[in-house]
Nanobody, 128 residues
Framework: QVQLVESGGGSVQAGGSLRLSCIVS????????MAWFRHAPGLEREGVAG???????LYSSSVKGRFTISRDNAKNILYLQMNSLKPEDTAMYYC??????????????????????WGQGTQVTVSS
C-alpha cells in the first residue's frame, strides 16, 4: 500500500504561482511512476504531469512550459510547481502512483489506467 497526501492548493489570481506537494509513504517500491492529475467540474479527469523512476517526465500540452514536476526521493515528496496560472487550471489536483514506466511519446492522461494509488486531492482555484 502507498499513502499519498497532497497539500499546497489554494486560490490565486491569473498569472500567479502555486506549488503542490505530495507526501508519499508506505510501500514506495511499487511506485515506478508518480503523477499529478486534475478534475474540473463537468470534465473528465486528465493527466497534468508525470515522472518515473528514470526521471522521465511527461506534461500535458496545456501546462507544458508553465508547470514543472519534480520529486525529492530522500524525503519521499512529489512536487508540482505551477507558474503563469490560468482560470482554466482551476480543478481538484490529485497525486497518483503506479507501477509502469513512462514513454515520452505518450500523453500523460493515458496512464490514468495504470494508477494504483490516489491521494485525496487539493483544490486549486484561479480567478481572472
Amino acid at each position: 500500500q502507498v499513502q499519498l497526501v497532497e497539500s499546497g492548493g489554494g486560490s490565486v489570481q491569473a498569472g500567479g504561482s502555486l506549488r503542490l506537494s505530495c507526501i508519499v509513504s508506505g510501500s514506495t517500491d511499487s511506485s515506478r511512476f508518480m503523477a499529478w492529475f486534475r478534475h474540473a467540474p463537468g470534465l473528465e479527469r486528465e493527466g497534468v504531469a508525470g515522472i518515473d523512476s528514470d526521471e522521465i517526465t511527461l506534461y500535458s500540452s496545456s501546462v507544458k512550459g508553465r508547470f514543472t514536476i519534480s520529486r525529492d526521493n530522500a524525503k519521499n515528496i512529489l512536487y508540482l510547481q505551477m507558474n503563469s496560472l490560468k482560470p482554466e487550471d482551476t480543478a481538484m489536483y490529485y497525486c497518483a502512483a503506479g507501477d509502469s514506466s513512462l514513454d515520452p511519446r505518450n500523453d500523460i492522461s493515458l496512464y490514468i489506467t495504470d494508477v494504483a494509488f490516489w491521494g485525496q486531492g487539493t483544490q486549486v482555484t484561479v480567478s481572472s
